[in-house]
């Protein structure tokens, strides 16, 4: 088993592994190469990963994926500024020289 874990998530409340309900949050995990995300509660999500060799407790692992499902949207805002960056670069001239003389692009 190869899981890897992607983040925290308030919408999915019940683990899929064990079927307990009424979560404050399940972690966000995939399974093996190209499975889809699960949603498992801090306790099988820290013995889901054991399986990599990672022993760490339930409560710490919540904490830690949060940190990860933070880290992963501070990515996504880094990627949608770069890409609105390239299309910046790769609009009209007359649209570049606009920017330039903004001051938008230095
Ligand atoms: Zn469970």
Same mark, same amino acid.
């Given at each position: 088993m190869n899981a890897t874990m992607l983040g925290t998530s308030d919408?999915?409340?019940? /683990?899929? /592994? /064990?079927?307990?309900?009424?979560?404050?949050k399940t972690i966000v995990l995939t399974i093996g190469e190209d499975s889809d995300p699960v949603y498992y509660g801090s306790t099988c999500a820290a013995w889901a990963l054991k399986g990599r060799g990672i022993k760490i407790a339930g409560p710490k692992l919540q904490k830690l994926a949060e940190r990860v499902a933070a880290a992963r949207s501070d990515i996504a805002n880094q990627s949608n500024h770069i890409s609105r960056l390239e299309a910046m670069i790769a609009a009209p001239s007359w649209f570049r020289w606009l920017n330039l003389a903004s001051g938008i692009l230095r």
């Amino acid at each position: 088993m190869n899981a890897t874990m992607l983040g925290t998530s308030d919408e999915v409340l019940q /683990c899929e /592994c /064990c079927g307990k309900p009424d979560l404050k949050k399940t972690i966000v995990l995939t399974i093996g190469e190209d499975s889809d995300p699960v949603y498992y509660g801090s306790t099988c999500a820290a013995w889901a990963l054991k399986g990599r060799g990672i022993k760490i407790a339930g409560p710490k692992l919540q904490k830690l994926a949060e940190r990860v499902a933070a880290a992963r949207s501070d990515i996504a805002n880094q990627s949608n500024h770069i890409s609105r960056l390239e299309a910046m670069i790769a609009a009209p001239s007359w649209f570049r020289w606009l920017n330039l003389a903004s001051g938008i692009l230095r």
